[in-house]
């Protein structure tokens, strides 16, 4: 079935939007038209409500306005523009004749500007920048054009519509919005994440549960007894195949969406603090995914093994692709109000941005690793298993939302190109501990 797919767009920028999607087939699009902000919210709540919906592919200002209306569970695209977009605008001041500085730009990011200005040779120092935020005005933002260019000269270039049609007659002015090209590599992003999250919620996954320091065999076939009836009477495990394995403990298959109930997303295992307080043992666990219930076991038995080299009682994640997540501790149970709204602003976090919860309680973990430490984009890279230009785009999405922060240069080789610092912020973002500007649309 072709994913069902809720497009907001102004008025004004339709016809942009539907010669971006035109050339794409198998998704099905509903089609929010707005011409004021407060249009917004009403109109995205009877979409919302009228349809089922698989995603939303969504600008920056109507994500802020709608957003508290989205279910949870709605994977969201928030249309960035890009650096390509930023360098068109350019080239458009160049055709027209315009001198290229001074410029006065606003939504796009210091580093996308600081990238293409540097790529185009321009004097940085007569550029200036004004990152989107929630809380901009439209008269805040031509107000910082018009402080910009005193003198009148240079011009303008702006992402959003309001400031294009306000300032027309007072400055020269070009539209930075995103081109069809951005449109449409964000919206086939989000048909495959949500064709991949299908296919993952339909596929087989396998948990291997393992008693650490047994006992003697008599302790050992008693605790390994009680440990398969703990799991058989887990609520989250009620339609799992679940099987005795011997001295390996527990073996369990099941849909992958059961095992993220289990774990709340890859975050925590409170069924380890249950057969500690129940049975008296420690439990380590193992989980695989693959594209077979055989290999999703070779993955879970793998990711035990690791949990057992920690020495505590504590899961692993394996996936086929290489994706490593752990260690996933107790938790406690009951758990405490504070961790669920955690989790839920994880989840909504990772929603925003477009990663999964569990890519974003890895990247926490490397944040509380590093302890204030920054990192290069191929040591991100190595942490989360992904390759360095995955790891750059990693890192571009993160800046884009504020969740990493540039720490500078460092050249490890005297006659190498220097490479990038970064700094997570995930858990200011997570905690409210930040300056504020986490958890920003783009």
């Known amino acids: 079935m072709s994913p069902s797919i809720g497009v907001v767009v102004h008025a004004s920028r339709r016809g ?7 050339p794409l087939s198998g998704i099905s699009l509903k089609w ?18 009228g349809h089922a919906l698989d995603g939303l592919l969504v600008g920056a200002v109507p994500h802020r306005a709608c957003r508290d209306a989205l279910p949870p569970s709605l994977p969201v695209a928030v249309i960035r523009s890009s650096a390509l977009d930023l360098a068109l605008a350019l080239s458009q001041a160049q055709a027209r004749g315009w001198q290229p500085v001074p410029v006065s730009i606003d939504t796009f990011d210091h580093e996308v500007v600081s990238e293409v200005t ?15 935020a929630d809380d901009q005005t439209i008269d805040e933002i031509c107000a910082f054009h018009h402080r910009s260019l005193q003198d ?13 049609r306000q300032l027309r007659g007072t400055l020269r002015v070009l539209n930075g919005s995103p081109t069809p090209s951005s449109i449409r590599a964000e919206l086939h992003e989000l048909a495959l994440r949500i064709r991949s999250e299908r296919a993952g919620a339909a596929g087989f996954a396998a948990g291997v549960f393992s008693i650490n320091r047994p006992g ?21 495990l009620a339609d799992a195949w679940i099987e005795d394995r011997g001295r390996r403990g527990a073996v369990v298959l099941g849909r992958r969406t059961l095992f993220e109930r289990l774990t709340r997303d890859w975050l925590v295992l409170p069924l380890l ?8 043992v420690e439990v380590a666990a193992g989980f695989g995914v693959g594209p077979s219930a055989r290999s999703s076991v070779v993955l879970a038995e793998r990711a035990v093994a690791r949990a057992e080299a920690e020495n505590r009682p504590c899961g692993y994640l394996m996936e086929d692709g290489g994706l490593v997540i752990g260690p996933m501790g107790p938790g406690g149970q009951p758990r405490s109000e504070p961790c669920r709204e955690q989790d839920d602003r994880l989840r909504e976090l990772a929603r925003t941005i477009g990663l999964s919860p569990a890519t974003l309680s890895r990247l926490a973990a490397i944040e509380h690793d590093l302890a204030g430490r920054p990192v290069t984009p191929s040591e991100l890279a190595d942490g989360m298993t992904i390759t360095d230009p995955s790891g750059r785009r990693l890192i571009r999405k993160l800046h884009a939302h504020g969740l990493i922060t540039s720490e500078g240069c460092t050249q490890t080789h005297r006659k190498g190109r ?17 300056d504020g500007h986490h958890l920003r649309a783009r």
Not at 118 to 132: A, F, I, K, N, Q
Not at 152 to 164: E, F, K, P, Q, S
Not at 418 to 434: E, F, N, Q, V, W
């Open 418 to 434: 220097p490479t990038g610092l970064y700094r997570l912020a995930i858990d200011a973002a997570l905690t409210g501990s930040g």
């Open 216 to 236: 003697n065999s008599g302790e050992s076939e008693r605790a390994r007894t009680g440990l398969v009836r703990l799991l058989r009477a887990t609520p989250e």
């Open 32 to 49: 929010v038209t707005y011409g004021h902000e407060q249009e917004i919210r009403p109109r995205v709540q009877r979409l919302v409500d």
């Open 16 to 22: 942009v939007f539907e010669e971006a999607v035109e």
């Open 118 to 132: 540097e790529s185009v040779h321009l004097d940085r120092t007569r550029v200036t920048c004004l990152p989107y």
């Open 273 to 280: 603090d249950r057969a500690r307080e129940s049975l008296g």
């Open 152 to 164: 009148g000269d240079g011009y303008v270039i702006t992402a959003r519509t309001a400031v294009l």
